[in-house]
């Protein structure tokens, strides 16, 4: 007898994600992924000056608010025919790879590791360490004093199988703390060339409105070189000790097996060398990327509009009560196949090319110390290992960027705004694949449409019934106690979805009920 | 063992004992009953804080977690008993829900509720839900309206929640609004900002516990964070005053014509400064884009880059013989 489970809200996710998977003899045999805000970010940007979509994209994620901000400049940037000089793409960069860093880090420690650390594990610690003895005086004396909700927010949580050895879970605990310091340091760095962060306001069409000097070369470098430190000798260990005590996660949340990276960092004025390539591999084969594959379905999307277009053409009609219809997340595919993004597709698509020896060897001795193939890395934990591997391949990069800054040369290129433009921004955020695409006229934005990496990852089905990344991944994960899924959890935080992200999402339910009463 | 805060405080010898309670919780050789005392003494001074999100970026959230002095372990585990955070609690799903059912049913009067986000209201709220009740969708709009009456006080963290923000620009299409045009009768204090600045934040929780409200002014603003305008306090006010005028982004000089809204726009940020001091918006050589204030972002139609007439200047005195030219009309 199947056993259909909702989690909702999932927490510890950017936004209002739903999760609904059916559950028969202990393995989930189907799975939706609903978002439920709706904010209608391009029917506001409609009329506006197309400079203001700058800022205004960026409010989309306040998570990876740069990425978008590199998207739009970048969509500017070709509407107005502007190129920024090699200060302006540096400072994009470097505000850019900062924002991965916050990124990632928060992704692993304060997203993800709840589900495999056993927080309560502090109650045991004997050690000398202050900040450790204040943490465990803390939930003792919350145990202690018969309060509502003791330990939040860590407590309550789903009870499952969280790593029993307590010194690792101390040891993690430790790190989680060390981690909020580090992910703050980042966007430091990243304030120290965007003006602030979240939500930057340097980054713009014609490159950066800040100014280069040798005092944020060095405040940047002295933050970077603490960050990098903590990736290499506490991050990307960490990573590897969770996969030793949970292997299984090799096997479990493979998902669709495809990849699509748009590439990302610009090596030259051109842009046309990348750090991370741009790339596909669908069905086995790496091939270059077009962006004219780019479609979007909405058979089984609440859209009245028609189906199979690209971005640049794209319609958002909503239609709450279409037939077969179950998401309000569009289907982006890619030459009408269904294809991962993010961290393991741009990681994956680099070492699959071929692109960087670096980059290969790293992934190479890592899949080495499990005595693995490279199809591990589909998986929930080749996911976090290719985040943590990018995580060190940004910051080194970062170091080389920050000191070919030129201190007293220009970072920015006046633009025009023309009467009428085209514009196309194709970047990666730290989540997956990110497209903008603008039409201007009059001066003004006509039509603007984003396609974001959650609506990649956590797309329904497509008109051919295909399933998205993340309901494909979820299929065939095993739930030991279906009143605690905390194995969905772990399949659904690998994609670190974001869902304020995904703009098209609205869910208007048919159930819903006038009045809200509390018993 | 019975104390008044006054005689418990009196007796840890500081008013900042919140902070240092846990610490000597932990130490050996302290009779029990002043153990319980103590312990009573954290469960009262940690403000039980439940904060909720309405479409939002998270921007606000990412924001807070900026805060250095203190960092955010200590606010955590010192100042506030955060027992429900979309991002970063641990539950999901029933037992993330059943905290808040709980905190309606049984702790009424004892948390501050905080907004981030606007409010949804077309379509009876379907653009935004979170949580499912009876296996009904519940939307931000039910939440904020029963966590707020049940709330001693509500906290809008954001200029969305503030004003409406981004999602309430034209055209609204969501219905997008402010938490005190939900639940007015409310003890609200409004933190606008795009995002709010940490300080604003943990500065406002501070004075709730150990002050009281602090004073707000007619946007329901704490004074104390936003009672003067940026270009009051602008690094960059000589060059307004000598007639020295920025061109394009990234130039020395007033921003006054590339559409600064610092005359109009109510924030410290500007002494303040972002992420630790290492920057801020027109030191960074862009413009103010007025992300504090109720008329963010459409400013009656101008946007974020267009000069503001003069009617939106307070008290600027233009007559200086070098000062850069209004515009009269927008």
């Given at each position: 007898m199947s056993k259909t489970i909702q989690i909702?809200?999932?927490?510890?996710?950017e936004g209002h994600l739903k999760v609904e998977i059916e559950v028969d003899k202990g393995k989930v045999t189907d799975a939706r992924c609903c978002g439920e805000?709706?904010?209608?970010i391009e029917k506001i940007l409609?009329?506006?000056?197309?400079?203001d979509a700058n800022q205004i994209?960026?409010?989309?994620?306040g998570v990876c608010p740069a990425s978008h901000a590199q998207a739009s400049s970048l969509t500017l940037d070709s509407a107005f025919g502007v190129t920024p000089p090699d200060n302006g793409r540096l400072i994009r960069n470097l505000v850019l790879g900062s924002n991965y860093l916050q990124s990632h880090v928060l992704h692993f420690?304060?997203?993800?590791a709840l589900d495999y650390?056993?927080?309560?594990?502090?109650?045991k610690y004997s050690g000398k360490d202050p900040e450790l003895n204040r943490v465990k005086a803390w939930a003792q004396a919350e145990l202690d004093?018969?309060?509502?909700?003791?330990?939040a927010p860590f407590l309550p949580r789903y009870e499952g199988?969280?790593?029993?050895d307590t010194d690792v879970n101390i040891s993690a605990i430790a790190h989680y703390l060390k981690a909020l310091e580090i992910r703050r340091k980042a966007q430091e760095m990243l304030a120290i060339f965007?003006?602030?962060?979240?939500?930057?306001?340097?980054?713009?069409p014609g490159g950066s409105s800040e100014t280069v000097t040798v005092n944020k070369i060095a405040a940047y470098s002295s933050r970077l070189r603490e960050i990098k430190d903590f990736v290499e000798n506490v991050y990307i260990p960490d990573v590897l000790a969770v996969a030793g005590l949970y292997p299984q996660y090799f096997a479990?949340?493979?998902?669709?097996?495809n990849l699509l990276s748009y590439g990302?960092?610009?090596?030259d004025a051109t842009g046309s060398e990348k750090l991370l390539p741009a790339g596909t591999y669908v069905n086995g084969e790496v091939k270059a990327f077009s962006e004219s594959k780019l479609a979007e379905y909405?058979?089984?999307?609440?859209?009245?509009s028609g189906t199979g277009y690209h971005p640049s053409k794209g319609e958002t009609e909503p239609d709450?009560?279409?037939?077969?219809a179950y998401s309000w997340l569009k289907a982006p595919r890619y030459d009408n196949s269904v294809v991962e993004v993010g961290p393991l597709a741009r990681v994956g698509v680099a070492h699959l090319c071929g692109a960087s020896e670096t980059l290969s060897g790293m992934v190479n001795d890592t899949l080495a110390k499990f005595d693995?193939?490279?199809?591990?890395?589909?998986?929930v934990l080749g996911r976090h290992a290719a985040r943590a591997l990018e995580a060190k391949i940004v910051a080194d990069r970062c170091a080389e960027w920050v000191a070919q800054l030129q201190p007293g040369q220009p970072a920015h290129t006046k633009f025009e705004i023309p009467a009428e433009g085209q514009g196309i921004g194709l970047t990666e955020a730290p989540r997956g694949a990110l497209g903008h695409w603008i039409s201007i006229k009059d001066k003004k934005i006509d039509r603007y449409q984003c396609v974001v990496p959650t609506t990649w990852n956590g797309s329904p089905c497509d008109d051919t019934g295909a399933k998205g990344p993340m309901e494909q991944a979820l299929i065939g994960t095993p739930i030991a106690d279906v009143e605690n899924p905390i194995e969905a959890g772990r399949v659904v935080r690998s994609f670190d979805p974001?869902?304020?992200?995904?703009?098209h999402v609205i869910t208007p339910d048919?159930?819903?009920?006038s009045e809200f009463r509390v018993v | 063992m019975s104390l008044s805060r006054r005689e418990f405080l009196e007796l840890m010898g500081c008013t900042a004992s919140a902070a240092v309670i846990p610490g000597i919780l932990h130490?050996?050789?302290?009779?029990g009953p002043v153990k319980q005392a103590l312990a009573e003494e954290l469960q009262r001074t940690q403000l039980p804080v439940i904060w909720i999100q309405g479409q939002s970026c998270a921007g606000c959230s990412v924001s807070t977690l900026?805060?250095?002095?203190?960092d955010i372990a200590e606010v955590l585990t010192?100042?506030?008993?955060?027992?429900?955070h979309p991002n970063v609690m641990a539950a999901a799903g029933d037992p993330a829900v059943e905290v808040l059912e709980r905190a309606i049913a049984e702790q009424r009067g004892e948390f501050v509720l905080v907004v981030e986000g606007s409010i949804a209201t077309a379509?009876?709220?379907?653009?935004c839900q979170s949580g499912e009740r009876k296996e009904h969708p519940v939307t931000a709009e039910q939440w904020v309206r029963s966590l707020g009456e049940a709330a001693k006080a509500v906290l809008a963290i954001g200029t969305c929640a503030s004003f409406g923000g981004i999602p309430a620009a034209r055209p609204n299409v969501t219905g997008a609004k402010a938490v005190q045009d939900i639940i007015p009768q409310a003890t609200i204090i409004n933190i606008p900002g795009?995002?709010?600045?940490p300080d604003w934040v943990v500065g406002t929780v501070a004075h709730v516990v150990l002050y009281g409200l602090p004073e707000l002014d007619e946007?329901?603003?704490?004074k104390m964070f936003f009672?003067?305008?940026?270009h009051e306090q602008c690094e960059r006010r000589a060059d307004f005053e000598d007639g020295r005028?920025?061109?394009?982004?990234?130039?020395?000089?007033?921003?006054y014509d590339l559409g600064c809204k610092g005359p109009d726009a109510h924030c410290d940020a500007c002494i303040r400064g972002w992420n630790n001091n290492v920057n801020w918006c027109i030191r960074s050589g862009s413009p103010c884009i007025?992300?504090?204030?109720?008329?963010?972002?459409d400013f009656s139609g101008g946007g974020l880059y267009t000069k503001l007439p003069i009617?939106?200047?307070?008290?600027?005195?233009?007559?200086?013989?070098?000062a850069p030219k209004p515009v009269v009309k927008s």
């Open positions: 909702d809200p999932m927490t510890r996710i805000m709706f904010r209608g409609h009329g506006r000056n197309p400079v994209t960026q409010r989309i994620c420690y304060h997203l993800a650390v056993d927080i309560t594990a502090i109650l004093s018969g309060k509502a909700n003791p330990v199988d969280y790593i029993a965007g003006g602030r962060m979240p939500h930057n306001v340097t980054i713009m479990i949340g493979q998902g669709c097996g990302v960092f610009e090596e909405v058979g089984h999307s609440r859209y009245s709450i009560y279409k037939d077969k693995a193939g490279v199809g591990a890395l589909f998986s974001c869902i304020a992200c995904a703009v048919r159930k819903l009920v | 130490c050996a050789g302290i009779p900026n805060t250095v002095h203190p010192e100042t506030i008993s955060l027992q429900f379509e009876g709220g379907a653009y795009c995002p709010s600045h946007h329901r603003r704490p009672g003067k305008v940026v005028v920025a061109e394009d982004f990234g130039q020395q000089g007033c921003l007025g992300c504090t204030e109720p008329g963010f972002p009617e939106r200047t307070y008290g600027i005195d233009w007559s200086g013989p070098n």
